[in-house]
């Protein structure tokens, strides 16, 4: 099984900055896309991106040209750096993996369990 940690959420100002950070750990065999959802009070839970293996990354229209992710093949880490938050990003950020463990080999989904992001105005 793969096993999801994100870590980096927390309080910030409208305009500041934050990194959410995401680990994947336990029995990989391969990690073809990892990407960051969010979930919002009373919303539904949305992509906000996510960067394929020797893909190109995507992006909600929401967050382009201010959030950007990155990933580490190496250490199995998936970043996200948001820059210029507003009140609506707040929402609890989930880290996501479509991998295959070194088990099972076929791929699902993997999700850790959020880290709650709040940008008060």
């Known amino acids: 099984q793969v096993q999801l940690v994100e870590s980096g959420g927390g309080l910030v100002q409208a305009g500041g900055s934050l990194r959410l950070s995401c680990a994947a750990s336990g029995s990989i065999f391969s990690i073809r896309t990892m990407g960051w959802y969010r979930q919002a009070p009373g919303k539904q839970r949305e992509l906000v991106a996510e960067?394929?293996?020797?893909?190109?990354?995507n992006y909600a229209d929401s967050v382009k040209g201010r959030f950007t992710i990155s990933r580490d093949n190496a250490k199995n880490t998936v970043d996200l750096q948001m820059n210029s938050l507003t009140p609506e990003d707040t929402a609890v950020y989930y880290c996501?993996?479509?991998?295959?463990?070194?088990?099972?080999?076929?791929?699902?989904?993997?999700w850790g369990k959020g880290t709650l992001v709040t940008v008060s105005s």
């Open positions: 960067i394929p293996s020797g893909g190109s990354t």
């Open positions: 996501n993996a479509w991998a295959s463990s070194g088990l099972r080999l076929v791929p699902m989904d993997y």
